[in-house]
């Protein structure tokens, strides 16, 4: 098995491991887009565990972050450095954070400063909101955080989809598409979070303000649909999209979660569409 092909079994499997959401989506593109959108998405996985790690200190993340986001800066990545800068914490971290190198290696040449661009600015933002202890206060506050966490990442996949087939789309609905699912999350884990003693919903906000927030921002990413004439692309966006309206729908009839079988339902309806 050649390097690559054993790097893009590796990516596929850890992408497995790290995403019920997007590992079917991601596996039902055509080879160039799997490889392109499985490397982000893996890209930006690696410092969303940075955030949420519940060992580190807040002040470790965001240093970390930062550091990540000033490496990714730079016109090569330096692996060495990053190795470097995670040493300390190796056994904490888990494999997806500490192959960040690999997976921007295995992105496409034309399309990887993009990805390396958006996880910079990915990083950085969270290490903002790492030093704020995660404290939504306002909806500005809530708009900032689903932007850097969820609303990039629609913004990048716009990036790919332009690069890929000249597929534009509106960057605001792209944006709403990632808050849109952020916010069901945010519905989903309210709980624990709480536990965690971080705060998503601003000051005041009932669940009601939230699925409304939820709702108003799902919608948006229903208009951004609308751009994609390109098959595989307008599946792999609708089935992220439908499992949130879903999990939405469920959760205000007081369940916790949709089931795996109603994922699966899902999931066979959009491919068979």
């Not at 690559?4 to 499997?13: G, I, N, R």
């Not at 940075?50 to 470790?60: F, G, Y």
């Not at 990805?115 to 704020?132: C, I, Q």
């Not at 792999?236 to 109603?262: D, M, N």
């Amino acid at each position: 098995m050649s390097d690559e092909a054993k790097l893009q079994k590796e990516a596929m499997h850890t992408l497995k491991l790290t995403s019920r959401t997007f590992y079917i989506p991601i596996k039902l593109l055509k080879p160039t887009l799997k490889k392109t959108v499985g490397s982000a998405y893996l890209c930006m996985r690696a410092i969303d565990e940075i955030e949420d790690d519940e060992q580190l200190s807040n002040k470790t993340k965001s240093d970390l972050l930062r550091k990540t986001s000033d490496l990714l800066k730079e016109s090569s990545f330096n692996d060495e450095a990053y190795q470097k800068l995670l040493e300390p914490y190796a056994s904490i971290l888990p494999d997806v954070t500490k192959r960040l190198g690999d997976w921007i290696r295995f992105c496409p040449n034309g399309v990887v400063d993009k990805v390396k661009e958006s996880t910079s600015v990915m990083a950085d933002g969270m290490a903002d909101w790492a030093e704020k202890n995660w404290q939504v206060k306002t909806k500005e506050d809530l708009d900032d955080y689903t932007y850097y966490v969820a609303g990039l990442v629609g913004v990048m996949l716009s990036d790919i989809w332009e690069w890929y087939d000249g597929t534009k789309t509106d960057r605001e609905l792209a944006i709403g598409y990632g808050r849109g699912l952020q916010a069901v999350n945010v519905l989903r884990n309210q709980d624990e979070d709480a536990e965690r003693g971080v705060q998503f919903f601003p000051a005041n906000w009932s669940r009601e303000e939230m699925f409304l927030y939820a709702e108003g921002n799902l919608q948006k990413a229903d208009e951004y649909l609308k751009d994609i004439q390109t098959k595989t692309i307008l599946t792999f966006c609708k089935i992220p999209l439908a499992l949130a309206h879903r999990t939405l729908k469920a959760l205000k009839s007081g369940k916790e979660k949709i089931s795996r079988r109603e994922v699966e339902e899902t999931v066979e309806e959009i491919i068979n569409d």
